[in-house]
């Protein structure tokens, strides 16, 4: 003899929630504040791209990160470390070469990618609340498939910081000799916290210890292995932080450059 076992709500149906979410926080403060500071540092940024002038300060060697390294026959005298094999044109910004990989690597990176999902494009805006599309393919079509090279971008943005810290380093030595200024540690800063984003990357842990078996085996990988790991559940708030010092730093250089105020000078 057999018996059918039945569950209790067998023959039921979902209930029927006309609202769109349950959920009674404001779910929808987190992605607005997402929304406003992206758009916001994007159209300083674009500004700051194109405006092609007040990037750079001869007299102290300060060149903005955001025209590093300047590479048209427009640059200024002295901010060209590495030639300007590029035209003169209003739309080829200075640093032509940098902000590919720079937006690549920010574009591609797993942080940002939710953030600029739920802020502009609602999907999902939220946990717990519908997206705002009718469907999801996820990253497996054009042209979300292109985050995939997010791993090759990591190369790339390490090769920005490795510019960004010659420039760093370049302040330190103006053309009058050895000097110290206000905006070395702004430059100095920004650089340490581009450094600690870039290295608290998921690629870069994953670079550094995700095919170990052994890590007894490989200590001096293990060792690095576990500073990026601590550095990776910052990686958010690293990630915010550079735009800031990013942003602050341009800031600081255009203005020394238009002469708005002067350098605070400690030495030299």
Not at 100 to 127: I, Q
């Amino acid at each position: 003899m057999t018996t059918t076992a039945t569950r209790p709500d067998a023959g039921r149906t979902r209930a029927a929630i006309a609202a769109k979410t349950l959920r009674t926080d404001r779910w929808w403060f987190p992605p607005l504040v997402t929304f406003v500071g992206l758009a916001a540092w994007v159209t300083y940024a674009t500004v700051r791209v194109f405006l092609h002038k007040w990037y750079y300060v001869g007299e102290y060697r300060y060149l903005t990160p955001f025209y590093s390294p300047c590479l048209t026959d427009r640059c200024v005298p002295g901010s060209a470390e590495f030639g300007t094999p590029l035209p003169k044109f209003w739309l080829i910004p200075e640093a032509a070469f940098t902000l590919p990989l720079l937006l690549t690597f920010r574009l591609t990176c797993y942080y940002y990618r939710k953030a600029y999902y739920r802020a502009f494009w609602l999907s999902p805006p939220a946990c717990a609340v519908p997206d705002a599309h009718q469907k999801y393919t996820g990253e497996t079509r054009f042209p979300l498939i292109f985050q995939n090279i997010h791993r090759y971008a990591f190369y790339a943005a390490g090769l920005i910081s490795l510019i960004n810290t010659w420039d760093a380093i370049r302040a330190f030595h103006s053309p009058g000799g050895f000097g110290f200024g206000l905006g070395n540690v702004v430059l100095v800063a920004n650089v340490v916290m581009l450094w600690a984003y870039t290295l608290s990357c998921h690629s870069c842990r994953h670079i550094a210890g995700g095919r170990l078996k052994h890590f007894s085996k490989h200590p001096v990988r293990y060792r690095f292995w576990t500073f990026v790991s601590k550095l990776n559940t910052r990686h958010m708030m690293l990630a915010w932080i550079t735009l800031g010092t990013l942003a602050l730093t341009d800031f600081y250089v255009m203005a020394i450059s238009a002469g708005w105020f002067s350098d605070l000078r400690f030495v030299g």
